[in-house]
């Protein structure tokens, strides 16, 4: 039994290694690629950086940054997984190369199927390049890396948050039964953002972009609010008691998500999302209305007009994958401010059978 797993193995790696020498032009016919045209997101819309990377011997080499591009690719019949594809495009197949990969797919699953239309960036080849690839190097991406980075830096300047509020004088609160739920919160906070940095610092998580967007408005919200209150320029109110709690709610789930997307023993699981879609109907006529944006936040950011994104469709139905959170949803008509429903809030879980959450908007006469 040893013998035969140990046969497999070597297998496998040789049709590894003959995919990561084919010459550039075969690798691009047998891919089939096509240039992905018309797509709603450029190249420029990601932060991503590339290294050279030797999992041999862990050396990393920097190299120019190269003009990327996307690409929608048919698997060919002998890759079987997200894993083998990176790697035949001599993509280190880590995290950040599997979270890109998934962005750019929002459906995307392991395993892949024969024929199946994948997205995926592409890295021109040059003489350089393709040196260092029969060196045994490989294309390392390193995607939402600035964002990454911003928030590890913020880890120490939350855990100093709970000893700077318990150390305000009570005048410093508007209502004295505010001190006891504000630190409780601020702990839940500390501890919670601490793991979710240890995560991200480890870089052996799959992250997903919407989430650590998300995350980093929690945190600037967070020392915005209370960096006021602990300099003396004002009191803490009911409303960012409840603002500061709904951002350790929100963290809560977040570090969920990052301890029920482990790795899994041959891949990396999606980040926890589910499919929501929103009906839009009138309230008198119970009818549909179509041709309305519908926006949406995270519940705990509702406040910031900056963290408001828009679905890319109008309804009804509109439809869109979002990362596990507490948001709020409303309508207006397309090109303009003005709300015409109520803020729906909703709790956006990932369901065990993967039907989509549907979410309903009553319509304003």
Known sequence: MTQTNGLEKKQRSRRIIQLLLLPAYLLAWLLSVTEYAGAQDSVGNYDIEVSLYRALDEVE????????????????????????????????????????????????RDALQPGEKVRIIQIPSTPDNRSAISDGFLFKIRYDDRI??????????LGRLPGAVSALAPGSFADSGLRQPTLDCLSSISVDFGHIADYLEDRGQLTNHEMLSQTHGDVELLLRKLGRITTGEGTLTEAEESAICLVANDLKT???????????????????????????????????????????????????????????????????????????????????????????PVSVRRTEDAKPLIVGIVVKP
């Not at 197949?93 to 797919?105: E, I, K, M, V």
């Not at 309230?283 to 890319?312: C, E, S, W």
């Open 254 to 344: 977040k570090l969920h998500g990052f301890e029920s997307a482990r790795r899994g023993a041959t891949t990396f699981l999606r980040w926890p999302e589910a499919r929501v879609l929103v009906n839009t109907f009138g309230a008198i006529t119970q009818k549909p209305v179509p041709m309305l944006r519908i926006h949406y936040v995270a519940q705990a950011l509702q406040n910031d007009p900056g963290q408001v994104k828009q679905f890319p469709g109008l309804s009804s139905p509109a439809e869109l994958r979002l990362p596990e959170a507490d948001y709020v949803f409303w309508v207006t008509k397309d090109g303009d401010a003005s709300a015409l429903s109520d803020r729906v």
């Open 61 to 108: 080499r920097a190299t120019p940054q190269p003009s990327l591009r996307f690409a929608t690719i048919s698997v060919p019949p002998d890759i079987g997984s997200v894993k083998e594809l990176l790697l035949s495009s001599h993509l280190y197949p880590d995290s950040d190369a599997f979270g890109l990969t998934y962005a750019l797919n929002p459906d995307l």
């Open 148 to 157: 990454v980075r911003d928030l590890i830096s913020s880890r120490e300047s």
